[in-house]
């Protein structure tokens, strides 16, 4: 969930090879016209296929409301009142597009006449465009909504946490937004509840959370006299706070906004609790947890594996082999650590001791939060001393450590990461959820923090983002296997670094590296070998030394979320192999910085293409060495 933009299929901005990050909207706007030829004598074929793309992204662009405020393009006052069609028609004329875009990608440029960077951005989008269809012949096995994602609390935050209003126009398009969400809702529900009728709908226990949450964004003032304010409304009127508007625009603003909450806001809400109570009687007679149980399951999950490796030579049951390989392996770097702490016992006790001994845990206080906000801060700025020693290219943009906001505290994870617009006029952020702290070790806060912040999301996004001479789509697209992989993967070169220092902070990362290879185990787990939620529990407990409580929102995240859970590893472990390979072929002419500007440089690349780019590196160092 920390990237509302990520997943999506770049070219076709927002629309969906992720559907956690589904988006909405009522208002459809006017299509623009289909990309026209761009074709002058004096163009290159580089130069035909950047405008291609340039005409593309923009295509997109205008189809997608909430992509544009995601990106913080808001200067078109129509768009930034509205918010993105989720009609099954939207869907499929996006496909048509795509479809088309493909075409005339394979059929009117020449591969061969394009410059080494073009050719990048050409695969790159091939790889696009093909996943994009693939992906969306499963459209309606996707679940809506769920206790960890869905437009109930997606929708929100993205106004929350993205609609800036600095200007009465961008205020007034604030509460435009608001009168759309209920019809908006309204057909998510309408899905949803098509959708449940043919048995796509998720367990039982997602519907509390989806209830609560749903509960939560209507208690408040304008819609009770609790005393309090409901989390859109409280924004709104904090949000008009810094600005200069006579007493009556102001008033007139907030009747509007006050009428919008009552009228669309509140009905929708009513409603998707009324129909999600429905369908918890439904979910009642689920006896399968995984999505062998869907319409055309198998195939399905089939396809989540390949978008969330984007590797072509990965089967669930090689994703499975490997986990349980890489679980085994880690065991042996714990036993290690155990010995250093002169722990006498099994590694299991070992697990029980670091999940429950309160030296590993601060306070459930105000101060306690603070604490580990400030220590995580504090690691982050002494890694970053250090990054110029591994890295060429560094971000620009700026970090911030964060608590999550009560608003979505219930729904979000126990750490994530959100990138700041394009334009630099915000940070990017480093979230932590410091609902519970006993679920919330410090032994893992400095692997969290490299994971997260640097050099993980942050430097990959931000770099991403600051790209130059590239596509757009090139600089937000974002793909799981190479995003969370990296992120896994820097945990891992905090350690080459010189990092972990800590005995019990190395724990901390071998616990979540094993963590992540038991995941690989357990998706495949529930979704090809049809395990139970309960043998998914009892795997985690026995392998991993996360809480019970954690081990069990996780394994149902996997439930709503099939196939996202293995990316990390997948990606962790590619990477390093493709390090490994280079360290083999170049020796002493193995650069770090080098390396990770090959990695790092056109964007959240499928780890097909990174391959190859990799090899084409040590190609020409190769024979640059031998030109010398």
């Known amino acids: 969930m920390r990237h509302f933009l990520m997943g999506a299929s770049a070219i076709a901005l927002l629309s969906g090879c992720s559907n956690e990050r589904q988006t909405s909207a009522v208002e459809t706007p006017i299509e623009p016209n289909l990309v026209e030829s761009v074709e002058t004598e004096t163009q290159t074929e580089t130069e035909r296929l950047m405008a291609f793309f340039d005409q593309q992204f923009q295509r997109e662009l205008a189809f997608s409301p909430q992509g544009q405020t995601f990106l913080g393009l808001i200067d078109n006052v129509d768009a930034y009142g509205r918010l993105d069609d989720p009609s099954y028609a939207a869907f499929e004329a996006g496909q048509e597009r795509a479809q088309a ?43 809506i909504f769920t206790q960890f994602f869905g437009p109930h609390s997606n929708i ?30 309204q057909t998510f ?44 409304w409280a924004d709104f009127n904090g949000k008009l706070e810094d600005l200069d508007l006579s007493d009556e625009d102001m008033a007139d603003l907030q009747d509007r906004a006050r009428t919008a909450l009552l009228e669309s806001v509140g009905p929708a809400y009513r409603n998707l609790i009324a129909t999600m109570e429905n369908h918890a009687e439904i979910a009642e007679q689920i006896e399968i947890d995984g999505v ?34 890489e679980v085994d392996r880690i065991h042996g770097e714990m036993r290690d650590i155990m010995e250093q702490v002169e722990f006498d016992g099994t590694l299991q006790e070992f697990f029980e001791f670091t999940r429950t001994d309160s030296q590993f845990f601060y306070e459930n206080t105000e101060e306690g939060r603070q604490r580990y906000l400030d220590e995580a801060t504090a690691m982050l700025e ?25 608003y979505r505290i219930e729904t979000a994870t126990g750490a994530f990461y959100e990138p700041g617009p394009l334009d630099g006029s915000a940070p990017g952020a480093y979230y932590v959820n410091l609902a519970h702290m006993d679920e919330l070790p410090v032994y ?11 050099p993980g999301h942050h430097m ?51 616990s979540y590296e094993v963590f992540r290879a038991a995941r690989m185990v357990v998706d495949t787990g529930i979704h090809f070998y049809d395990w139970s939620e309960q043998d998914a529990i009892d795997y985690m407990l026995e392998n991993t030394p996360m809480t019970e409580g954690d081990i069990r929102n996780e394994v149902r995240r996997y439930i709503v979320w099939p196939g996202q859970a293995m990316s990390y590893k997948v990606g962790m472990l590619t990477i390093l192999e493709l390090r490994q390979r280079a360290m083999d072929a170049l020796g002493d002419g193995f650069d770090f910085g ?26 020409d160092q190769i024979a640059s060495t031998e030109q010398e």
């Open 594 to 619: 080098e390396f990770h500007d090959v990695v790092l440089s056109n964007g959240s690349v499928p780890l097909t293409l990174l391959s190859d780019l990799v090899d084409d590196y040590i190609a």
């Open 189 to 232: 529900v309408t899905q949803a509840d098509e959708r449940a009728q043919q048995g796509v709908l998720p367990p039982g226990f997602a519907y509390p959370t989806i209830i609560n949450t749903s509960r939560g964004m209507i208690t408040g003032a304008p819609f009770d006299d609790s005393g309090t304010d409901s989390p859109l």
């Open 444 to 454: 893992q806060m400095e692997t969290l923090a490299y994971h997260e912040g640097l």
């Open 460 to 510: 990959q996004s931000a770099i991403a983002q600051e790209l130059d001479n590239v596509p757009m789509f090139q600089r937000v697209t974002w793909y799981s296997a190479y995003g969370e992989g990296w992120a896994l993967y820097s945990e891992n070169l905090g350690k080459d670094m010189g990092f972990f220092t800590d005995p019990y902070q190395d724990f901390g990362r071998l």
């Open 156 to 185: 929100p935050s993205m106004i929350i946490g993205y609609h800036r209003v600095a200007n009465a126009d961008q205020a007034d398009a604030y509460v435009r937004r608001l009168e759309n969400l209920g019809p908006v809702m």
């Open 382 to 406: 002494t890694i970053t001393d250090t990054l110029p020693e591994y890295f060429g290219r560094l971000p620009q943009a700026e970090l911030e450590v964060r608590a999550v906001e009560p």
């Open 101 to 143: 875009d493909l075409e005339t990608l394979r059929t009117d440029f020449d591969f061969d006449a394009l410059s080494p960077g073009a050719q990048v951005s050409y695969r790159f989008a091939e790889f696009v465009l093909t996943n994009r269809l693939e992906q969306g012949e499963f459209w309606d096995h996707n679940y």
């Open 292 to 325: 062998s149980r869907l319409p055309r399951g198998a195939a399905f999950y089939e396809a989540r594996v390949q978008n969330y490796t984007t590797r072509d030579d990965m089967s669930a049951e090689q994703v499975h082999n490997t986990g349980l390989a």
